[in-house]
């Protein structure tokens, strides 16, 4: 009786422990604000976000493909479920060129993601380093 009654505590105190941790993933620290805008051509913007998860963490920049008649508050609270970033880095001072509708990144510092199958029929060239 006294181990079935111990086994209850332990489920108990999991359920717990389980509820806290998708409570902090579900109110995330992360904190993102709209850092650039830029247009592409008629159907497309480029949005850049500075990302944050507090004083003792670098800045994150993700790069996202959005509709021009997005605003931006309609955009922000759309990310991670409407929007994805193509790429995600730590160079807050990328260089964004955009010529025929193509998207010319030159990147300096850590490239965390990067994919090049972008929607809206965009190209993207992207070129990296280290330093």
């Not at 995330?28 to 159907?43: A, F, G, L, R, W």
């Not at 993700?62 to 730590?90: H, R």
């Not at 998207?103 to 850590?110: A, R, Y």
């Amino acid at each position: 009786m006294r181990n079935v009654r111990v086994f209850k505590w332990v489920v108990v105190l999991l359920l717990v422990v389980a509820c806290y941790g998708a409570y902090k993933a579900l109110n995330s620290p992360i904190d993102q604000t709209v850092y650039k805008v830029e247009k592409v051509n008629s159907q497309v913007s480029l949005y850049v976000t500075e990302g944050s998860a507090g004083a003792t963490t670098a800045f994150v920049y993700q790069f996202y493909l959005v509709p021009p008649k997005v605003t931006e508050a309609t955009f922000l609270k759309g990310i991670g479920d409407k929007y994805q970033p193509f790429l995600s880095t730590s160079d807050g001072n990328a260089k964004i060129a955009i010529r025929d509708s193509a998207i010319h990144l030159n990147v300096k510092g850590d490239v965390y993601r990067f994919t090049n199958g972008a929607s809206y029929s965009i190209t993207i060239y992207l070129n990296a380093s280290p330093f």
